[in-house]
């Protein structure tokens, strides 16, 4: 049996700027005309490289705005083929329970159910988060998300621990 690492990540405030929208006539997109959506995806991709055991669980309220294959679709192969699952899971969690939930205890309630041996998140939402993980928790700003150098840093520092 292998050890089990994961890298809990949201999309909005990570992957792209958090300003994020949807509408049925545009589908998901950038309000800000000079940002793209998933820009900073390769970032996690070269961050991520030299840990090919380190697994993704989507933190995202894409999944529960669209689904789990919307949202895993949206990633690079390479990010893909990394994914094993969401925190939200209508198998496990009552969509409006889910929802009323801090971004952090979502988190957490699937680290006790996944169990693994070593995660950390990557999050620009930080608010309640549970004082007793905080130290897992990689924050980000809305509007740099992994562009920001200190972010890919602490990145880096906590793999080294993996």
Not at 22 to 38: A, I, Q
Not at 116 to 136: G, L, M, S, V
Request: proline residues 4%; aromatic residues 14%; neutral net charge.
């Amino acid at each position: 049996m292998y050890a089990l690492k994961v890298c809990y990540l949201d999309f909005d405030g990570v992957l792209h700027d958090d300003d994020v929208h949807w509408n049925r006539k545009r589908g998901v997109h950038m309000k800000s005309p000079e940002r793209k959506l998933f820009e900073w995806m390769p970032i996690l991709e070269e961050l991520l490289s030299p840990y090919p055991e380190v697994k993704i669980v989507l933190s995202t309220t894409w999944v529960q705005v669209k689904c789990y294959k919307f949202a895993k679709e949206k990633l690079s192969s390479d990010l893909q083929s990394r994914t094993i699952g969401a925190t939200f899971h209508s198998r496990f969690t009552n969509i409006e329970d889910f929802n009323s939930t801090y971004r952090g205890f979502q988190v957490v309630d699937d680290v006790l159910r996944r169990k693994p041996d070593n995660w950390f998140a990557i999050d620009n939402d930080a608010f309640n988060w549970p004082t007793n993980f905080r130290q897992h928790l990689i924050k980000t700003e809305d509007r740099f998300g992994l562009s920001d150098v200190n972010v890919q840093n602490a990145i880096i520092e906590l793999l080294k621990t993996f």
